[in-house]
């Protein structure tokens, strides 16, 4: 049976996950794997050029990135035609609602 924490992140996951599909991306979920990337979202339209990039997304229950894990999502950034994102859940007046932002 998966710990608390692990569970807790796993359903963040697939919630994101349920977001991007809803927003009409093809979306895999990266399991367990601690790799920098908790999904990948691949738009699903023929807009040729116009159509938005790939995501690879970090999902965190804040928003805090650690430094390495930004860094190792701006090299695929960088070495791939993909936009790096950050996932997470909001605090104060907005609790409950999630914010998804490029990271830069």
Same mark, same amino acid.
């Given at each position: 049976?998966?710990?608390?924490?692990? @569970? &807790? +992140? *796993?359903?963040? !996951? %697939?919630?994101? $996950? @349920?977001?991007? @599909?809803? =927003? +009409?991306?093809?979306?895999? %979920?990266? *399991?367990?794997?601690?790799?920098?990337? #908790?999904?990948? *979202?691949?738009? $699903? #339209? #023929?807009?040729?050029? #116009? *159509?938005? /990039?790939?995501? /690879?997304?970090?999902?965190?229950?804040?928003?805090? =990135?650690?430094?390495?894990? %930004?860094?190792? =999502? !701006? =090299?695929?950034?960088?070495?791939?035609?993909?936009?790096?994102? /950050?996932?997470? &859940?909001?605090?104060?007046?907005?609790?409950?609602?999630?914010? $998804? !932002? !490029?990271?830069?």
């Amino acid at each position: 049976m998966p710990n608390a924490n692990y @569970r &807790k +992140g *796993a359903d963040f !996951e %697939r919630y994101v $996950c @349920r977001i991007y @599909r809803h =927003l +009409g991306y093809f979306v895999v %979920r990266s *399991a367990g794997s601690h790799t920098p990337v #908790d999904v990948v *979202a691949i738009p $699903c #339209d #023929d807009r040729g050029k #116009d *159509a938005p /990039l790939p995501h /690879l997304v970090q999902c965190k229950g804040n928003r805090v =990135l650690p430094q390495a894990a %930004r860094m190792k =999502l !701006e =090299l695929l950034s960088q070495t791939h035609y993909v936009q790096p994102m /950050l996932a997470y &859940k909001m605090k104060g007046p907005f609790k409950g609602w999630t914010r $998804c !932002e !490029e990271v830069v």
